[in-house]
Protein backbone atom coordinates (compact mmCIF):
# COMPACT_ATOMS: atom_id res chain seq x y z
CA UNK A 1 0.00 0.00 0.00
CA UNK A 2 1.39 3.38 -0.77
CA UNK A 3 1.88 5.60 1.66
CA UNK A 4 -0.19 8.74 1.97
CA UNK A 5 1.04 12.15 3.55
CA UNK A 6 0.29 12.55 7.44
CA UNK A 7 -0.85 15.92 6.67
CA UNK A 8 -3.21 14.31 4.19
CA UNK A 9 -4.26 11.45 6.62
CA UNK A 10 -4.73 14.19 9.68
CA UNK A 11 -6.92 16.48 6.96
CA UNK A 12 -9.27 13.80 6.06
CA UNK A 13 -9.89 12.59 9.31
CA UNK A 14 -10.60 16.33 10.44
CA UNK A 15 -13.43 17.02 8.12
CA UNK A 16 -14.74 13.26 8.62
CA UNK A 17 -15.68 13.25 12.17
CA UNK A 18 -15.93 9.85 13.37
CA UNK A 19 -19.32 10.39 14.73
CA UNK A 20 -20.87 11.59 11.81
CA UNK A 21 -19.95 8.94 9.29
CA UNK A 22 -20.87 6.27 11.98
CA UNK A 23 -24.00 8.03 12.16
CA UNK A 24 -24.86 7.90 9.11
CA UNK A 25 -24.96 3.87 9.23
CA UNK A 26 -26.58 3.53 12.76
CA UNK A 27 -28.24 5.74 14.79
CA UNK A 28 -26.18 6.71 18.35
CA UNK A 29 -26.75 8.31 21.27
CA UNK A 30 -24.91 10.86 23.62
CA UNK A 31 -23.86 8.75 26.90
CA UNK A 32 -21.76 12.04 29.01
CA UNK A 33 -18.19 11.96 26.57
CA UNK A 34 -18.72 9.39 24.73
CA UNK A 35 -21.50 7.99 21.95
CA UNK A 36 -23.46 4.55 21.82
CA UNK A 37 -24.89 2.54 19.39
CA UNK A 38 -25.74 -1.31 18.52
CA UNK A 39 -22.64 -2.74 16.71
CA UNK A 40 -23.12 -2.41 13.11
CA UNK A 41 -20.94 -5.78 13.28
CA UNK A 42 -23.01 -8.47 15.20
CA UNK A 43 -25.50 -9.49 16.23
CA UNK A 44 -26.85 -7.50 19.08
CA UNK A 45 -29.89 -5.84 21.51
CA UNK A 46 -27.34 -4.02 23.84
CA UNK A 47 -25.49 -0.81 22.31
CA UNK A 48 -21.86 -2.01 23.37
CA UNK A 49 -20.44 0.02 20.67
CA UNK A 50 -18.84 2.64 21.64
CA UNK A 51 -17.76 5.87 19.66
CA UNK A 52 -14.67 8.11 21.77
CA UNK A 53 -14.83 11.74 20.61
CA UNK A 54 -12.04 12.79 21.92
CA UNK A 55 -9.11 9.90 20.29
CA UNK A 56 -12.28 10.20 17.18
CA UNK A 57 -12.39 6.06 17.40
CA UNK A 58 -14.35 3.28 18.40
CA UNK A 59 -14.37 0.05 20.18
CA UNK A 60 -17.18 -2.53 20.58
CA UNK A 61 -17.07 -4.60 23.92
CA UNK A 62 -18.91 -7.34 22.26
CA UNK A 63 -17.36 -8.37 19.24
CA UNK A 64 -13.94 -6.14 20.01
CA UNK A 65 -13.87 -4.03 16.77
CA UNK A 66 -11.86 -1.39 17.08
CA UNK A 67 -10.56 1.14 14.56
CA UNK A 68 -10.50 4.88 13.48
CA UNK A 69 -13.25 6.26 10.96
CA UNK A 70 -11.17 5.07 8.42
CA UNK A 71 -10.83 1.46 9.49
CA UNK A 72 -14.64 1.58 9.99
CA UNK A 73 -15.74 2.13 6.19
CA UNK A 74 -13.15 -0.09 5.20
CA UNK A 75 -15.39 -3.00 7.93
CA UNK A 76 -18.31 -1.45 7.30
CA UNK A 77 -18.63 -1.20 3.30
CA UNK A 78 -16.16 -4.42 3.39
CA UNK A 79 -13.73 -2.48 1.08
CA UNK A 80 -9.98 -1.83 1.24
CA UNK A 81 -7.84 0.86 3.04
CA UNK A 82 -7.14 2.93 -0.02
CA UNK A 83 -10.84 2.50 -1.25
CA UNK A 84 -12.17 3.91 2.38
CA UNK A 85 -9.30 6.59 1.99
CA UNK A 86 -10.98 7.30 -1.42
CA UNK A 87 -14.68 7.21 -0.22
CA UNK A 88 -14.00 10.02 2.77
CA UNK A 89 -11.73 12.29 0.41
CA UNK A 90 -14.86 12.16 -1.77
CA UNK A 91 -17.25 12.62 1.16
CA UNK A 92 -14.63 15.39 2.13
CA UNK A 93 -14.08 17.06 -1.21
CA UNK A 94 -10.73 16.31 -0.49
CA UNK A 95 -8.27 15.49 -3.83
CA UNK A 96 -5.98 12.43 -3.19
CA UNK A 97 -2.36 13.03 -2.71
CA UNK A 98 -1.35 9.45 -4.05
CA UNK A 99 -2.33 6.64 -5.92
CA UNK A 100 -1.57 3.20 -5.50
CA UNK A 101 -1.03 0.46 -8.39
CA UNK A 102 -3.60 -2.60 -6.98
CA UNK A 103 -6.25 -0.40 -5.73
CA UNK A 104 -6.09 2.05 -9.00
CA UNK A 105 -6.60 -1.35 -10.86
CA UNK A 106 -9.31 -2.58 -8.61
CA UNK A 107 -10.76 0.71 -8.39
CA UNK A 108 -10.73 0.72 -12.08
CA UNK A 109 -12.47 -2.26 -12.46
CA UNK A 110 -15.34 -1.56 -10.26
CA UNK A 111 -15.69 1.66 -11.95
CA UNK A 112 -15.95 -0.18 -15.57
CA UNK A 113 -18.51 -2.40 -13.91
CA UNK A 114 -20.65 0.35 -13.14
CA UNK A 115 -20.24 1.69 -16.48
CA UNK A 116 -21.28 -1.40 -17.89
CA UNK A 117 -24.43 -1.73 -15.74
CA UNK A 118 -25.34 2.00 -16.13
CA UNK A 119 -25.30 1.22 -20.01
CA UNK A 120 -26.84 -2.06 -20.11
CA UNK A 121 -29.50 -0.94 -17.69
CA UNK A 122 -30.57 2.27 -19.97
CA UNK A 123 -30.52 -0.86 -22.77
CA UNK A 124 -32.96 -3.00 -21.16
CA UNK A 125 -35.26 0.22 -20.54
CA UNK A 126 -34.91 1.36 -23.87
CA UNK A 127 -35.86 -2.17 -25.24
CA UNK A 128 -38.91 -2.10 -23.05
CA UNK A 129 -40.41 0.60 -25.08
CA UNK A 130 -39.22 -0.49 -28.44
CA UNK A 131 -41.48 -2.54 -30.53
CA UNK A 132 -39.33 -5.64 -29.37
CA UNK A 133 -40.43 -5.00 -25.85
CA UNK A 134 -44.35 -4.85 -26.50
CA UNK A 135 -44.92 -8.44 -24.38
CA UNK A 136 -42.64 -7.38 -21.50
CA UNK A 137 -44.37 -4.17 -21.37
CA UNK A 138 -47.88 -5.37 -21.63
CA UNK A 139 -46.74 -8.13 -19.23
CA UNK A 140 -45.93 -5.42 -16.84
CA UNK A 141 -49.16 -3.32 -17.42
CA UNK A 142 -51.14 -6.39 -16.88
CA UNK A 143 -49.18 -6.77 -13.42
CA UNK A 144 -51.30 -3.76 -12.65
CA UNK A 145 -47.99 -1.26 -12.98
CA UNK A 146 -48.11 2.18 -13.88
CA UNK A 147 -45.84 3.93 -16.47
CA UNK A 148 -44.66 5.88 -13.42
CA UNK A 149 -43.55 3.26 -11.62
CA UNK A 150 -41.66 1.13 -14.82
CA UNK A 151 -40.03 4.46 -15.11
CA UNK A 152 -39.05 4.87 -11.08
CA UNK A 153 -37.40 1.46 -11.02
CA UNK A 154 -35.80 1.44 -14.91
CA UNK A 155 -37.62 -1.96 -15.93
CA UNK A 156 -36.70 -2.89 -18.81
CA UNK A 157 -36.43 -6.07 -21.64
CA UNK A 158 -33.69 -7.95 -22.54
CA UNK A 159 -34.10 -8.45 -26.41
CA UNK A 160 -33.71 -12.77 -27.46
CA UNK A 161 -31.29 -12.08 -29.70
CA UNK A 162 -27.96 -13.91 -28.62
CA UNK A 163 -25.62 -10.87 -28.23
CA UNK A 164 -26.80 -7.61 -28.73
CA UNK A 165 -25.81 -6.15 -25.13
CA UNK A 166 -22.77 -7.99 -25.99
CA UNK A 167 -22.38 -5.85 -29.45
CA UNK A 168 -23.79 -2.72 -28.16
CA UNK A 169 -21.26 -3.05 -25.40
CA UNK A 170 -18.02 -3.99 -27.85
CA UNK A 171 -19.03 -1.09 -29.75
CA UNK A 172 -18.98 1.67 -27.00
CA UNK A 173 -15.36 0.43 -26.45
CA UNK A 174 -15.86 -2.53 -24.01
CA UNK A 175 -13.45 -5.39 -24.33
CA UNK A 176 -14.74 -9.07 -23.80
CA UNK A 177 -13.09 -9.83 -20.77
CA UNK A 178 -14.41 -6.86 -19.06
CA UNK A 179 -18.20 -7.94 -19.77
CA UNK A 180 -17.46 -11.19 -18.15
CA UNK A 181 -15.98 -9.70 -15.55
CA UNK A 182 -19.17 -7.59 -14.65
CA UNK A 183 -21.38 -10.53 -16.04
CA UNK A 184 -23.30 -9.36 -18.36
CA UNK A 185 -22.21 -11.81 -20.98
CA UNK A 186 -20.45 -14.96 -20.97
CA UNK A 187 -17.51 -16.79 -22.85
CA UNK A 188 -19.10 -19.48 -25.49
CA UNK A 189 -17.67 -22.81 -25.54
CA UNK A 190 -14.80 -22.41 -27.99
CA UNK A 191 -13.85 -18.99 -26.15
CA UNK A 192 -13.65 -17.20 -29.44
CA UNK A 193 -16.48 -14.96 -28.68
CA UNK A 194 -19.05 -13.70 -25.97
CA UNK A 195 -23.04 -13.54 -25.52
CA UNK A 196 -25.59 -12.16 -23.44
CA UNK A 197 -26.46 -13.75 -20.14
CA UNK A 198 -29.91 -11.97 -19.98
CA UNK A 199 -32.01 -13.55 -23.21
CA UNK A 200 -36.00 -13.33 -23.29
CA UNK A 201 -36.47 -11.34 -19.67
CA UNK A 202 -37.84 -8.49 -18.05
CA UNK A 203 -35.18 -6.79 -16.31
CA UNK A 204 -34.95 -5.69 -12.88
CA UNK A 205 -32.12 -3.34 -12.00
CA UNK A 206 -30.18 -3.66 -8.55
CA UNK A 207 -29.48 -0.88 -7.10
CA UNK A 208 -27.12 0.06 -3.89
CA UNK A 209 -27.57 2.51 -1.09
CA UNK A 210 -25.20 4.65 -3.33
CA UNK A 211 -28.06 4.71 -5.90
CA UNK A 212 -25.28 2.73 -8.61
CA UNK A 213 -26.58 -0.40 -10.65
CA UNK A 214 -24.57 -3.04 -9.40
CA UNK A 215 -26.50 -5.76 -10.90
CA UNK A 216 -29.49 -7.26 -12.39
CA UNK A 217 -32.34 -9.65 -11.82
CA UNK A 218 -34.62 -11.11 -14.83
CA UNK A 219 -38.00 -13.09 -15.23
CA UNK A 220 -38.04 -15.32 -18.36
CA UNK A 221 -41.31 -14.48 -20.71
CA UNK A 222 -40.04 -16.86 -23.18
CA UNK A 223 -37.60 -19.70 -24.15
CA UNK A 224 -36.19 -22.06 -21.97
CA UNK A 225 -34.35 -21.51 -18.75
CA UNK A 226 -35.02 -20.87 -15.15
CA UNK A 227 -37.82 -18.59 -14.16
CA UNK A 228 -35.77 -15.98 -12.55
CA UNK A 229 -32.40 -15.30 -13.25
CA UNK A 230 -29.74 -12.87 -11.54
CA UNK A 231 -26.46 -11.51 -11.79
CA UNK A 232 -23.89 -13.80 -9.83
CA UNK A 233 -21.81 -11.84 -7.82
CA UNK A 234 -18.93 -9.77 -8.96
CA UNK A 235 -16.13 -6.87 -8.45
CA UNK A 236 -19.01 -4.52 -7.47
CA UNK A 237 -22.55 -6.86 -6.48
CA UNK A 238 -22.77 -9.18 -3.11
CA UNK A 239 -26.00 -10.89 -3.75
CA UNK A 240 -25.70 -11.25 0.48
CA UNK A 241 -24.96 -8.01 1.47
CA UNK A 242 -27.30 -5.78 -0.57
CA UNK A 243 -31.41 -5.81 -0.80
CA UNK A 244 -34.01 -4.76 -3.45
CA UNK A 245 -35.13 -1.64 -3.25
CA UNK A 246 -33.18 -0.42 -0.29
CA UNK A 247 -31.87 2.83 -2.37
CA UNK A 248 -35.88 3.66 -1.83
CA UNK A 249 -36.10 2.19 1.55
CA UNK A 250 -33.81 3.74 3.31
CA UNK A 251 -35.03 7.29 3.16
CA UNK A 252 -38.64 5.84 3.88
CA UNK A 253 -40.35 7.98 6.60
CA UNK A 254 -41.69 4.67 8.06
CA UNK A 255 -39.14 3.22 11.30
CA UNK A 256 -39.78 0.14 9.79
CA UNK A 257 -39.25 -1.93 7.08
CA UNK A 258 -41.28 -4.40 5.22
CA UNK A 259 -39.30 -7.98 4.25
CA UNK A 260 -40.99 -9.22 0.89
CA UNK A 261 -39.45 -12.54 -1.21
CA UNK A 262 -39.93 -10.95 -4.86
CA UNK A 263 -39.03 -8.13 -6.69
CA UNK A 264 -42.63 -7.81 -8.16
CA UNK A 265 -43.72 -7.68 -4.84
CA UNK A 266 -41.73 -4.89 -3.74
CA UNK A 267 -42.48 -2.95 -6.74
CA UNK A 268 -46.72 -3.41 -6.15
CA UNK A 269 -45.78 -2.08 -2.49
CA UNK A 270 -43.89 0.91 -3.94
CA UNK A 271 -47.02 1.79 -6.03
CA UNK A 272 -49.06 1.31 -3.12
CA UNK A 273 -47.33 3.50 -1.33
CA UNK A 274 -45.28 1.21 0.72
CA UNK A 275 -41.42 2.63 -0.05
CA UNK A 276 -40.34 0.81 2.77
CA UNK A 277 -40.26 -2.64 0.98
CA UNK A 278 -37.01 -5.02 0.36
CA UNK A 279 -36.33 -8.25 -0.62
CA UNK A 280 -33.53 -10.58 -0.64
CA UNK A 281 -32.13 -11.19 -4.25
CA UNK A 282 -32.99 -14.63 -5.14
CA UNK A 283 -30.93 -16.46 -1.93
CA UNK A 284 -32.30 -17.46 1.27
CA UNK A 285 -31.93 -14.14 4.23
CA UNK A 286 -28.58 -13.30 5.57
CA UNK A 287 -27.26 -12.35 8.80
CA UNK A 288 -25.55 -9.57 6.46
CA UNK A 289 -28.81 -8.25 4.67
CA UNK A 290 -29.99 -7.92 8.70
CA UNK A 291 -27.01 -6.18 9.60
CA UNK A 292 -28.24 -3.62 6.77
CA UNK A 293 -31.95 -4.04 7.71
CA UNK A 294 -30.87 -2.59 11.36
CA UNK A 295 -29.18 -0.03 10.23
CA UNK A 296 -32.53 1.66 9.32
CA UNK A 297 -34.98 0.07 11.01
CA UNK A 298 -35.57 -1.54 14.52
CA UNK A 299 -38.49 -3.85 13.25
CA UNK A 300 -39.25 -5.67 10.03
CA UNK A 301 -42.58 -7.05 8.77
CA UNK A 302 -42.03 -10.10 6.95
CA UNK A 303 -44.85 -10.15 4.39
CA UNK A 304 -43.45 -13.80 2.55
CA UNK A 305 -45.70 -15.63 0.01
CA UNK A 306 -48.49 -17.49 1.92
CA UNK A 307 -47.43 -21.45 0.59
CA UNK A 308 -45.64 -23.77 2.35
CA UNK A 309 -41.97 -22.51 1.28
CA UNK A 310 -42.93 -18.84 2.28
CA UNK A 311 -44.23 -19.86 5.42
CA UNK A 312 -41.01 -21.83 6.20
CA UNK A 313 -38.94 -19.15 5.07
CA UNK A 314 -40.82 -16.67 7.30
CA UNK A 315 -39.78 -19.67 10.25
CA UNK A 316 -35.82 -19.07 9.09
CA UNK A 317 -35.90 -15.40 9.09
CA UNK A 318 -38.04 -15.85 12.20
CA UNK A 319 -34.26 -17.25 14.01
CA UNK A 320 -32.39 -15.14 12.62
CA UNK A 321 -34.10 -11.66 13.40
CA UNK A 322 -34.15 -13.23 17.16
CA UNK A 323 -30.62 -12.83 17.64
CA UNK A 324 -30.21 -9.36 16.14
CA UNK A 325 -31.25 -5.86 17.19
CA UNK A 326 -34.15 -5.88 14.85
CA UNK A 327 -37.72 -7.15 16.15
CA UNK A 328 -39.97 -9.59 13.36
CA UNK A 329 -43.63 -9.56 13.30
CA UNK A 330 -45.50 -11.67 10.55
CA UNK A 331 -48.18 -10.50 8.24
CA UNK A 332 -50.82 -13.04 7.08
CA UNK A 333 -52.62 -12.97 3.82
CA UNK A 334 -55.76 -14.66 3.85
CA UNK A 335 -57.03 -15.47 0.08
CA UNK A 336 -54.08 -14.31 -1.44
CA UNK A 337 -50.67 -15.99 -1.93
CA UNK A 338 -48.62 -13.02 -1.69
CA UNK A 339 -48.42 -9.10 -1.09
CA UNK A 340 -48.71 -8.03 -5.30
CA UNK A 341 -51.88 -10.29 -5.69
CA UNK A 342 -53.48 -9.09 -2.22
CA UNK A 343 -52.91 -5.36 -3.14
CA UNK A 344 -54.49 -5.92 -6.44
CA UNK A 345 -57.50 -8.22 -5.17
CA UNK A 346 -58.63 -6.49 -1.35
CA UNK A 347 -56.77 -2.94 -2.05
CA UNK A 348 -53.31 -0.86 -0.21
CA UNK A 349 -55.82 -0.14 2.67
CA UNK A 350 -56.58 -3.57 3.84
CA UNK A 351 -52.75 -4.22 3.32
CA UNK A 352 -52.19 -1.52 5.71
CA UNK A 353 -54.63 -2.92 7.82
CA UNK A 354 -52.83 -6.61 7.94
CA UNK A 355 -49.49 -4.66 8.48
CA UNK A 356 -51.37 -3.42 12.10
CA UNK A 357 -52.33 -6.75 12.95
CA UNK A 358 -49.21 -8.75 11.70
CA UNK A 359 -48.38 -10.83 14.32
CA UNK A 360 -45.64 -11.18 17.08
CA UNK A 361 -42.62 -13.69 15.73
CA UNK A 362 -43.41 -16.09 18.73
CA UNK A 363 -47.49 -16.12 18.08
CA UNK A 364 -46.72 -16.72 14.67
CA UNK A 365 -44.98 -19.65 15.64
CA UNK A 366 -47.07 -20.84 18.18
CA UNK A 367 -50.15 -20.42 15.72
CA UNK A 368 -48.88 -22.71 13.16
CA UNK A 369 -48.02 -25.14 15.40
CA UNK A 370 -51.44 -25.14 17.55
CA UNK A 371 -53.13 -25.09 13.82
CA UNK A 372 -51.70 -28.87 13.73
CA UNK A 373 -53.52 -29.96 16.51
CA UNK A 374 -56.80 -30.93 18.38
CA UNK A 375 -56.20 -29.52 21.83
CA UNK A 376 -59.63 -31.50 22.85
CA UNK A 377 -57.49 -34.76 22.87
CA UNK A 378 -55.34 -34.88 25.63
CA UNK A 379 -52.79 -36.59 23.49
CA UNK A 380 -52.73 -33.91 21.21
CA UNK A 381 -52.53 -31.18 23.73
CA UNK A 382 -49.55 -33.15 25.32
CA UNK A 383 -47.79 -32.93 21.43
CA UNK A 384 -48.42 -29.24 21.01
CA UNK A 385 -46.78 -28.40 24.53
CA UNK A 386 -44.27 -29.96 23.51
CA UNK A 387 -43.47 -28.57 20.14
CA UNK A 388 -44.34 -25.26 22.08
CA UNK A 389 -41.93 -25.05 24.43
CA UNK A 390 -38.92 -25.73 21.32
CA UNK A 391 -40.22 -22.47 20.22
CA UNK A 392 -39.96 -20.65 23.63
CA UNK A 393 -36.64 -22.32 24.36
CA UNK A 394 -35.20 -20.65 21.00
CA UNK A 395 -36.13 -17.46 22.75
CA UNK A 396 -33.03 -14.87 23.61
CA UNK A 397 -35.01 -12.78 25.72
CA UNK A 398 -35.99 -14.33 29.57
CA UNK A 399 -38.99 -11.72 29.79
CA UNK A 400 -40.77 -13.25 26.70
CA UNK A 401 -39.52 -16.49 27.92
CA UNK A 402 -41.23 -16.16 31.22
CA UNK A 403 -44.64 -14.13 29.49
CA UNK A 404 -45.68 -16.59 26.34
CA UNK A 405 -44.81 -19.91 29.20
CA UNK A 406 -47.60 -18.47 31.01
CA UNK A 407 -50.26 -17.47 28.16
CA UNK A 408 -49.08 -21.82 26.81
CA UNK A 409 -49.75 -22.39 30.47
CA UNK A 410 -53.37 -20.95 30.28
CA UNK A 411 -53.96 -22.31 26.96
CA UNK A 412 -53.51 -26.48 28.20
CA UNK A 413 -53.86 -25.85 31.78
CA UNK A 414 -50.48 -26.64 32.83
CA UNK A 415 -48.75 -25.02 35.88
CA UNK A 416 -46.33 -22.27 34.28
CA UNK A 417 -43.52 -23.41 36.37
CA UNK A 418 -43.44 -26.54 34.97
CA UNK A 419 -43.73 -25.05 30.95
CA UNK A 420 -40.95 -22.70 32.11
CA UNK A 421 -39.00 -25.84 33.68
CA UNK A 422 -39.15 -27.45 30.67
CA UNK A 423 -37.98 -24.52 28.45
CA UNK A 424 -34.99 -24.26 30.00
CA UNK A 425 -33.99 -28.00 30.04
CA UNK A 426 -34.92 -27.40 26.30
CA UNK A 427 -32.66 -24.51 25.52
CA UNK A 428 -29.57 -26.30 26.98
CA UNK A 429 -30.40 -29.40 25.80
CA UNK A 430 -31.75 -29.58 22.53
CA UNK A 431 -29.00 -29.75 19.72
CA UNK A 432 -31.94 -29.25 16.76
CA UNK A 433 -32.03 -26.01 17.75
CA UNK A 434 -28.38 -24.64 19.00
CA UNK A 435 -28.23 -20.79 19.64
CA UNK A 436 -26.79 -18.84 16.82
CA UNK A 437 -23.24 -18.14 17.53
CA UNK A 438 -21.52 -14.23 17.39
CA UNK A 439 -18.35 -13.36 17.49
CA UNK A 440 -17.30 -11.95 21.21
CA UNK A 441 -14.33 -12.04 22.73
CA UNK A 442 -11.91 -14.57 23.78
CA UNK A 443 -12.05 -15.93 27.48
CA UNK A 444 -7.85 -14.93 27.34
CA UNK A 445 -9.39 -11.24 25.70
CA UNK A 446 -11.70 -10.77 29.26
CA UNK A 447 -8.85 -11.40 31.40
CA UNK A 448 -7.99 -8.68 33.49
CA UNK A 449 -4.83 -7.22 32.79
CA UNK A 450 -2.12 -7.98 35.72
CA UNK A 451 0.04 -5.01 37.72
CA UNK A 452 2.76 -5.09 35.37
CA UNK A 453 0.57 -5.26 32.39
CA UNK A 454 -0.86 -2.03 33.43
CA UNK A 455 2.32 -0.73 33.78
CA UNK A 456 3.02 -1.86 30.29
CA UNK A 457 -0.44 -0.44 28.90
CA UNK A 458 0.15 3.20 30.87
CA UNK A 459 3.85 3.64 29.25
CA UNK A 460 1.85 3.25 25.67
CA UNK A 461 -1.06 5.49 26.35
CA UNK A 462 1.76 7.86 27.59
CA UNK A 463 3.88 7.33 24.30
CA UNK A 464 0.46 7.69 21.89
CA UNK A 465 -0.60 10.75 23.72
CA UNK A 466 2.53 12.83 23.97
CA UNK A 467 4.41 11.37 20.86
CA UNK A 468 7.20 10.71 23.12
CA UNK A 469 9.03 8.05 25.17
CA UNK A 470 10.87 10.82 27.56
CA UNK A 471 14.09 8.98 27.00
CA UNK A 472 13.27 6.20 29.26
CA UNK A 473 15.78 3.80 28.30
CA UNK A 474 13.64 0.96 28.12
CA UNK A 475 12.95 -1.29 24.98
CA UNK A 476 10.27 -4.21 24.00
CA UNK A 477 12.31 -6.51 26.12
CA UNK A 478 11.31 -5.53 29.30
CA UNK A 479 7.36 -6.01 28.22
CA UNK A 480 6.11 -9.67 29.39
CA UNK A 481 3.01 -9.17 26.97
CA UNK A 482 3.34 -10.14 23.70
CA UNK A 483 0.73 -7.53 22.20
CA UNK A 484 1.78 -4.91 24.52
CA UNK A 485 5.68 -5.48 23.69
CA UNK A 486 4.73 -5.31 19.53
CA UNK A 487 2.33 -2.21 20.00
CA UNK A 488 5.70 -0.61 22.10
CA UNK A 489 8.16 -1.45 19.84
CA UNK A 490 6.14 -0.06 16.33
CA UNK A 491 5.41 3.49 18.88
CA UNK A 492 8.91 4.40 20.11
CA UNK A 493 10.59 3.30 16.52
CA UNK A 494 8.15 5.86 15.05
CA UNK A 495 8.77 8.39 17.95
CA UNK A 496 12.53 7.93 17.29
CA UNK A 497 12.08 9.13 14.02
CA UNK A 498 9.79 11.80 14.40
CA UNK A 499 6.51 10.45 12.42
CA UNK A 500 3.25 10.17 13.98
CA UNK A 501 1.44 7.58 15.97
CA UNK A 502 -1.98 8.01 14.73
CA UNK A 503 -3.89 5.21 13.69
CA UNK A 504 -4.62 5.94 10.80
CA UNK A 505 -0.54 6.23 9.74
CA UNK A 506 -0.65 2.85 11.88
CA UNK A 507 -3.00 0.90 9.77
CA UNK A 508 -0.46 -1.41 7.27
CA UNK A 509 1.58 -1.93 10.34
CA UNK A 510 0.07 -2.95 13.24
CA UNK A 511 -1.98 -5.93 13.07
CA UNK A 512 -5.92 -6.43 13.68
CA UNK A 513 -5.02 -7.22 17.25
CA UNK A 514 -2.42 -4.87 17.62
CA UNK A 515 -4.60 -2.29 17.17
CA UNK A 516 -7.39 -3.51 18.90
CA UNK A 517 -5.06 -3.22 21.57
CA UNK A 518 -3.71 -0.28 20.91
CA UNK A 519 -7.63 1.56 20.87
CA UNK A 520 -8.82 -0.05 23.77
CA UNK A 521 -5.67 1.56 25.84
CA UNK A 522 -5.48 5.03 24.18
CA UNK A 523 -9.65 5.17 25.69
CA UNK A 524 -8.89 4.13 29.37
CA UNK A 525 -9.19 7.09 31.32
CA UNK A 526 -7.08 5.72 33.84
CA UNK A 527 -3.90 5.00 31.37
CA UNK A 528 -4.71 8.31 29.17
CA UNK A 529 -4.88 10.96 31.92
CA UNK A 530 -1.02 9.87 33.05
CA UNK A 531 0.89 11.59 34.68
CA UNK A 532 5.31 12.35 33.27
CA UNK A 533 5.78 11.20 36.88
CA UNK A 534 2.98 8.00 36.46
CA UNK A 535 4.58 7.41 33.18
CA UNK A 536 8.42 7.13 34.86
CA UNK A 537 7.41 5.06 37.74
CA UNK A 538 5.73 2.46 35.80
CA UNK A 539 9.10 2.47 33.25
CA UNK A 540 10.85 2.04 36.55
CA UNK A 541 8.00 -1.08 37.06
CA UNK A 542 8.70 -2.80 34.04
CA UNK A 543 13.13 -2.45 34.61
CA UNK A 544 12.54 -4.18 38.05
CA UNK A 545 10.46 -6.53 36.99
CA UNK A 546 13.06 -7.40 34.68
CA UNK A 547 15.61 -7.58 37.10
CA UNK A 548 13.86 -10.20 38.71
CA UNK A 549 16.18 -13.26 39.26
CA UNK A 550 14.94 -16.87 38.19
CA UNK A 551 14.58 -19.87 40.72
CA UNK A 552 17.75 -21.31 38.84
CA UNK A 553 19.40 -17.64 39.32
CA UNK A 554 18.67 -17.72 42.75
CA UNK A 555 20.00 -20.76 43.85
CA UNK A 556 23.57 -19.95 42.34
CA UNK A 557 23.88 -16.56 43.72
CA UNK A 558 26.22 -16.29 47.36
CA UNK A 559 24.55 -15.64 50.29
CA UNK A 560 25.89 -11.94 50.25
CA UNK A 561 24.69 -11.47 46.57
CA UNK A 562 20.95 -13.16 47.73
CA UNK A 563 20.82 -11.21 50.52
CA UNK A 564 21.48 -8.02 49.09
CA UNK A 565 19.05 -8.83 46.05
CA UNK A 566 16.17 -9.44 48.79
CA UNK A 567 16.86 -5.56 50.29
CA UNK A 568 16.74 -4.08 46.48
CA UNK A 569 13.64 -5.77 46.16
CA UNK A 570 12.01 -4.73 49.42
CA UNK A 571 12.92 -0.87 48.60
CA UNK A 572 9.93 1.35 47.18
CA UNK A 573 7.13 -0.44 45.19
CA UNK A 574 5.19 1.17 42.03
Given at each position: ?10 EL ?7 E????Y ?6 G ?9 H ?13 Q???CF?CR ?17 MSA ?5 E ?8 R??K????E ?8 I???S ?20 LN?GLS ?7 G???SP??W ?10 G???D ?5 AVS ?9 F???R ?5 P??N ?9 G ?7 P??L?S??S ?7 N?F?IN ?9 F??AE ?10 A ?5 V ?7 TK ?17 DS ?11 I ?8 R ?9 K?P?EF ?7 K ?9 A??D?L ?7 Y?L??PD ?5 L?E ?10 P???D??S ?5 E?S??K??I?SQ ?8 A ?5 RT ?12 K??K??E ?18 E???I?E ?14 R??S???A?L?D????E?K??LV ?5 E????TS ?11 KK ?18 G???S ?5 K?
Amino acid sequence: MAKLPESFLSELKFRNPIEEVIGGYAPVKRMGRYLKCRCPFHDETDASFTIYLNTQSYFCFGCRAAGDVINFVKEIENIDYMSAVKLLAERAKLEMPERDEKYEKAERERKKILEINKISARFFHDSLFAPGGVKALEYLLNRGLSLRTIKRFGLGWSPPEWDSLSKLLIGKGCKEDELVTAAVSVRNRKGSGVFDIFRSRVMFPIINIRNEVIGFGGRLLEGEGPKYLNSPDSPAFKKSRNLFAINFAKSAKEKNFILAEGYMDVIALHQAGFSNSVASLGTALTKEQINLISVYAKEVILSYDSDNAGQAASKRAIALFDKSPVRARVLTMRGAKDPDEFIRKFSAEKYALAIERSAAATDFLLDRIRGGYNLDKPDEKVLYLREAEKVLAQLSDPAEQDIYSGILAEEVSVDKALILSQVRGEKTENAAYPPARTKTSSPKENRAPSKIEKAEETVIAFIYKNNTDLDAHISEAYFINEINRRVFQVLSERVSRGESCDLAALEDILSREEKRRLVKIINDELYFSTSKKTFADCAAALKKEKSKKTDSELSGMSPEDLGAYISRLGKKKV
